[in-house]
């Protein structure tokens, strides 16, 4: 392991949580600071305020070591650092610039708090051209003998293996203007076996953006393969399966549903679009990507209302409404547009998640969320599936078939084989495979 490092990560959220936790298991001595009061008091009560597995074991053991902890007064947290990780929250704006405002107030907190000098970690999602931005605003503001390099760490945890991926990631990129600073920021990593890509930090920047773009842009074209699929009558589990093995392609990403969702794929490609725009570029593949996702999601709605009929006093269950399972993190979760678009025509929805009950009752007062799947599904007209959570699939369908009105499923991830669900006694509806029943 390199040597032990003193560091404050600023927004414990899904990532700087995730972040803070594995560096203090690495060795290394974290604070995390946030603003929101209210996450901070829980979290020092050993409690998690998001759903991650394994992630209330991990800081409890390291909370036990006195290896992390928690606290809201941010610039203590700075001052006793050497090496800050800003990991607060970048959305888009409604024009698809993204909101820098959190990143700014952080910076500005880092260059009044700052007595030495310190390396400033820039691990949220930010525009091409933000690192340079930042270090000039920590120039104008902190006093001229400190030192205060920005290196661009871009973050590819996934929500639902987060702790994994950090232990086992793919690539490190570190975009450094100052080599030493990007060398210091390597060493934090040492004990992990993994390729750490040194780049300039306006690539590294770009990095983050052209693979969200391109996991996205693998999903919108498997889910217009499947659309084709559906109108010729093949079938896209084939098809995908086909394409996957040709190992230039690989596997990955290539399963078709309702298309992506989540905090990270409508918002990063929306920001590469609009950044393109900004330097007079038109990224039509981009724009493409970003439309079929949300025609995918009005597709589901059409094929639903297609297999109900009118939908009007119709009791519809919808399993899964985390963006994606193993998670309860319902930021542009197709699962809430679906509900929507099928109250607005007058359709009774029951709802079921395994993480994100409670969240979607305070986002959603008026959609029944049940915690007990076959409450969820009792004297339903229809079942919808919208994400691929474990749980739903272990379900015990035998039983599922005897408590709902009409066996109707619309399973927008394929979880099952049509062959299996329609000797059971459903009629099965998937994306791209032809109707089972
Ligand atoms: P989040 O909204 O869950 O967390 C952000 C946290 O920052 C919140 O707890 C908020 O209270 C805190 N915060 C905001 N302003 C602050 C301030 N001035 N001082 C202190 N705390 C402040 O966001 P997230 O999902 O963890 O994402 C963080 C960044 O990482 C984003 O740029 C995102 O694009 C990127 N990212 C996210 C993921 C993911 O899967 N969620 C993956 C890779 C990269």
Known sequence: MGEAA???????????????????????????????????????????????????????????????????????????SDIIIIAVGTPTQDNGDVDMSQVNNVLTCIAANAVTSKTIVMKSTVPVGSGSLAEQHLRLLAASHIHLPVVSNPEFLREGSAIWDTFHPDR???????????????????????????????????????????????????????????????????????????????????????????????????????LAQNVDYDFQILRAVIDVNRLQRERFVTKIEREVGCLSGKRIAVLGLAFKPNTDDLRDAPALDIISALQQQGALIQAYDPAAAELVMERMPDVPVFTDPYEALDEVDAIVITTEWEAIRSLNWRLVRSLVKAPLIVDGRNMFEPVEMSQLGFTYVSVGRETAM
């Open 172 to 274: 490190i990129v570190i975009g450094a203007k100052d080599p030493e600073a990007g060398i210091r920021i390597a060493r934090l990593h040492a004990s992990l076996r993994a390729e750490v890509l040194h780049t300039d930090r306006e690539s590294a920047e770009l990095i983050k953006y052209a693979s969200n773009a391109f996991l996205a842009t693998k999903i919108s074209f498997i889910n217009e393969m499947a659309n084709v699929c559906e109108k010729v009558g093949a079938n896209i589990s084939l098809v995908a399966k086909g394409m996957g093995l040709d190992r230039r392609i690989g596997p990955h990403f290539l399963q078709a549903g309702v298309g992506y969702g989540g905090s990270c794929f409508p918002k990063d490609t929306k920001a590469q679009l609009k």
């Open 6 to 80: 003193r560091i404050t990560v600023i927004g414990t959220g899904y990532v700087g949580l995730v972040s803070g936790a594995c560096l203090a298991e690495m060795g290394h001595q974290v604070i995390c600071a946030d603003q929101a009061e209210w996450k901070v008091a829980r979290l020092q009560q050993g409690e998690i305020p998001i759903y991650e597995p394994g992630l209330k074991e991990l800081v409890a053991t390291n909370v036990s070591a006195n290896r992390l902890s928690f606290t809201s007064h941010i610039g203590g947290a700075i001052r006793s």
